[in-house]
């Protein structure tokens, strides 16, 4: 298994910045794609940006240009780099990692993070 835990949300003004961190433990090794997503209120889960085990990047639309993913291979660690926040970017966000145990593929979440952009 794979467990995962984020950190580096908060508030912040428009304009501002988070670097969001997601922490992997466990069956690290497996680890396909991690990735992030952000879910609003009142609003479905959305894939904000990920990367892959060969360092494949991927961004939404409403992000590209302004959010940046990363990775420490050797800390276990996935990044969010959020720039020019927009109020629109407030939702909580959740790190992800897809992954194959016994040939099943497997997804795990992380508890999520909050992100709150004022205007």
């Known amino acids: 298994q794979v467990q995962l835990v984020e950190s580096g949300g908060g508030l912040v003004q428009a304009g501002g910045s988070l670097r969001l961190s997601c922490a992997a433990s466990?069956?690290?090794?497996?680890?396909?794609?991690m990735g992030w997503y952000r879910q609003a209120p009142g609003k479905e889960r959305e894939l904000v940006a990920s990367i892959t085990r060969g360092g494949i990047t991927y961004y939404g639309s409403s992000v590209r240009g302004r959010f940046t993913i990363s990775r420490d291979i050797c800390k276990n660690t996935v990044y969010l780099q959020t720039n020019s926040l927009k109020p629109e970017d407030t939702a909580v966000y959740y790190c992800?990692?897809?992954?194959?145990?016994?040939?099943?593929?497997?997804?795990?979440w992380g508890q999520g993070t909050q992100v709150t952009v004022s205007s």
């Open positions: 466990g069956s690290i090794f497996s680890i396909n794609v």
């Open positions: 992800n990692a897809d992954y194959n145990l016994s040939g099943a593929v497997f997804r795990s």
